[in-house]
């Protein structure tokens, strides 16, 4: 079963993806359409001296919902300040309310002397992008180069990390065998189930993505022109088997165009609305016009038996001779091409 085929299972206070306002926004969202995937990070704690230990946490929000971001988020602070740091009240941010999440990163806001944190917000359009690729690569792939790219820039933003927690997807077994083969400087490494619950440093930053996915999702900016007013903003869950969900993808779906940017059109619930109520687009090809060569005549292998393949394949041919001229493709005559002959 593919991720974003997952069964919609979430906890009450999630089951909607209606936003109320905040007094403030995390300086981690976005004022313009997220069409392409960034990362933000805070300048390192100013308490941090030279070489310092220091240990790392990493979580995700929203890797099954069909819109909407995927934010991966690390938080990070000295070892020997760990127990400070878990004495602030972190939790999973799954159990936690909206506002407490919103109070608990303004507490890691505050803290600029202890915590640095950064997320890498990873847009619909690039999730689906990558997803669609011809070479296989999937959720998993997607988020595993995801936090090993937010490791390796902490790293080189000159943090001395000893050890790392991580909040597994797939397997915890290889994946941290996979980490740890990666980064032999750090010297514990620990992927893990539920390691949001369990590590508060990983809570942390499960707090740093979830509040930043939800102020991306509130303050969402659509690309496409005149959409602003007219479209409804009640996403249910934003699962793909949420039935809400669902109903605002058809309604919400133009039957040529698809669907706006907030939508992973590469999750099969979008893939099954389009080919079921979409409407069928034909476009022309080089078959249907016998007076072009086929640009396929190039790599085609004539066993003398395609007479129509070799011809064509001659008139792709790039030189020509003075004693063997050449009929030109009707694109070069378009653009005025000339065909070299001497050099």
Known sequence: MEPEEESFSLEAEEAELVLGETTTRPPSGTNAPLLKSYTYATPLPTALEPDQECILG????????????????????????????????????????????????????????????????LSPMDISNSMLRKEKYNLNALAHDTTIQLIRETIASGVNLREVYVDTVGPPESYQRKLENLFPSITKIVVAKKADSKYPIVSAASICAKVTRDDVLRHWIFAESGMEDTISRQFGS????????????????????????????????????????????????????NSQPRISALFGQSNGNDKELAQQKKQYSTFATKGNPRPRPQLMQDMALRSVINF
């Open 58 to 121: 990493v979580d995700e929000a929203g890797r099954g919902p069909v819109l909407g971001p995927m934010v991966y988020g690390i938080c990070y602070c000295p070892l020997s300040k760990a127990d400070e740091l878990a004495n602030l009240g972190f939790a999973d941010s799954k159990t936690l309310k909206e506002d407490e999440r919103d109070n608990l990163l303004e507490v890691i806001m505050s803290r600029p002397d202890l915590i640095g944190w950064s997320v890498r917000v």
């Open 238 to 289: 934003g699962y793909p088997s949420d039935p809400k969900t669902v109903s605002w993808l058809k309604s919400n779906m133009d039957p040529i165009f698809g669907y706006p940017n907030i939508v992973r059109f590469s999750w099969q619930t979008c893939k099954t609305l389009l080919e079921t109520s979409g409407k069928t687009v034909r476009w022309p090809d080089d078959d249907e016009s």
